[in-house]
T-cell receptor, first 116, second 114 residues
């Protein structure tokens, strides 16, 4: 069974600085997708960024980027120029690439605090 | 568009009571999902419906039943609530089952079972 591990329960960063959240996963498959979701205090789950395993190029969305290391099964999230609105729980998630595969497997989450 | 809506937002039950959580999406999505989130944990899949007329078990289906009423609506029923079912429940939907299609989440229902 696939598992996703986030080893940092909490992180903090100064406003305008850069922070990296770690995620590792365990799978024997070669085709899959990886996601980072943000959950602010409102509880709403918001997709931040996604990566297809077959793509070598790291995904980027504005201030958010990933470092995808397929051989190491690592998928870290870098937030540049941190803003107060980035404070939230961040979840790493995995989904198999086969047709009909539905299950998103989530990590335990990392609580990110932004210090003004 | 409202996206994914869930009712109720909060609910308190006594052990043994039953209730149904409602979910609806207006994005014409084929697939819908029910997750639960316990404190300090990520979301875990309870049940999903790949398309109208089909439902399948996820990771933690025990104690729950689901109904895909039509393409828009997917309900989750607790027949006899237990304190272990105290959790936040999220409904989600996605356009299709293949590719990197995104799952869109509702705002969640906080359920407490006394």
């Amino acid at each position: 069974a696939q598992t996703v591990t986030q080893s940092q329960p909490e992180m903090s960063v100064q406003e305008a600085e850069t922070v990296t959240l770690s995620c590792t996963y365990d799978t024997s498959e070669s085709d899959y997708y990886l996601f980072w979701y943000k959950q602010p205090p409102s509880r709403q789950m918001i997709l931040v960024i996604r990566q297809e395993a077959y793509k070598q190029q790291n995904a980027t969305e504005n201030r958010f980027s990933v470092n995808f290391q397929k051989a190491a099964k690592s998928f870290s999230l870098k937030i540049s120029d941190s803003q107060l609105g980035d404070a939230a729980m961040y979840f790493c998630a995995y989904r198999r690439g086969i047709q009909g595969a539905q299950k998103l497997v989530f990590g335990q989450g990392t609580r990110l605090t932004i210090n003004p | 568009n409202a996206g994914v809506t869930q009712t109720p937002k909060f609910q308190v039950l006594k052990t043994g009571q039953s209730m149904t959580l409602q979910c609806a999406q207006d994005m014409n999505h084929n697939s819908m999902y029910w997750y639960r989130q316990d404190p300090g944990m990520g979301l875990r899949l309870i049940y999903y419906s790949a398309s109208e007329g089909t439902t399948d078990k996820g990771e933690v289906p025990n104690g729950y039943n689901v109904s895909r009423l039509n393409k828009r609506e997917f309900s989750l029923r607790l027949e006899s609530a237990a304190p272990s079912q105290t959790s936040v429940y999220f409904c989600a939907s996605s356009a299709r089952t293949s590719g990197i299609n995104e799952q869109f989440f509702g705002p969640g229902t906080r359920l407490t079972v006394l």
